[in-house]
T-cell receptor, first 115, second 114 residues
Framework: NAGVTQTPKFRVLKTGQSMTLLCAQDMNHEYMYWYRQDPGMGLRLIHYSVGEGTTAKGEVPDGYNVSRLKKQNFLLGLESAAPSQTSVYFC??????????????FGDGTRLSIL | EDKVVQSPLSLVVHEGDTVTLNCSYEVTNFRSLLWYKQEKKAPTFLFMLTSSGIEKKSGRLSSILDKKELFSILNITATQTGDSAVYLCAVLMYSGGGADGLTFGKGTHLIIQP
């Protein structure tokens, strides 16, 4: 049971570099989310998607872009990485809340350091 | 501004003790409250609470929601070292636009000493 899989697990970037984090889920979930977790701040929502081809901004979207070309994948992009984006990034997915009250399931996270 | 506040932020107890973790919230359009356990990696789901006064129970863990007073508690009885983790409280709100994400508290870091 893979659940939610994030790649890569670790990455070190230099300021100004770009990269894409990949999230894949095999539970046929409609909704997918990207969060970041920083010490003393808890988890904060970056962007989310309610279905293939749709995305929306969360609490802290600046400096990030996302795409959901396939239902099972949700990509998070950093166009020009900044040290303030050093964080642990978590992807999550869930069924549509229109059908049921179901929890979000999380991946193991990507630890990203920007030097 | 929507907020979720957990207390205490950290707690150290001895194995066998009972602990109570608190979560209060001030949000618009409350839908449900969730508890997660986070060890080294992914937060893992514990409970989802939508109705006031109904206790959810799983083994030594239990949780209850008070929608009038806007808080929830998570109880762990007969604690074990494997219960050491960060416990996260999160609130899901109704949104006209679809699925907003969860609003999380900062977590309670629980350490169980042998």
């Amino acid at each position: 049971n893979a659940g939610v899989t994030q790649t890569p697990k670790f990455r070190v970037l230099k300021t100004g570099q770009s990269m894409t984090l990949l999230c894949a889920q095999d539970m046929n979930h409609e909704y997918m989310y990207w969060y970041r977790q920083d010490p003393g701040m808890g988890l904060r929502l970056i962007h989310y998607s309610v279905g293939e081809g749709t995305t929306a901004k969360g609490e802290v979207p600046d400096g990030y872009n996302v795409s959901r070309l396939k239902k099972q994948n949700f990509l998070l992009g950093l166009e020009s990485a900044a040290p303030s984006q050093t964080s642990v990034y978590f992807c999550a997915s869930s069924y549509s809340y229109s059908y049921s009250n179901q929890p979000q399931h999380f991946g193991d996270g990507t630890r990203l350091s920007i030097l | 501004e929507d907020k979720v506040v957990q207390s205490p932020l950290s707690l150290v107890v001895h194995e066998g003790d009972t602990v109570t973790l608190n979560c209060s919230y001030e949000v618009t359009n409350f839908r449900s409250l969730l508890w997660y356990k986070q060890e080294k990696k992914a937060p893992t789901f514990l409970f989802m609470l939508t109705s006031s006064g109904i206790e959810k129970k799983s083994g030594r863990l239990s949780s209850i929601l008070d929608k009038k007073e806007l808080f929830s508690i998570l109880n762990i009885t007969a604690t074990q070292t494997g219960d050491s983790a960060v416990y996260l409280c999160a609130v899901l709100m109704y949104s006209g636009g679809g699925a907003d994400g969860l609003t999380f508290g900062k977590g309670t870091h629980l350490i169980i000493q042998p």
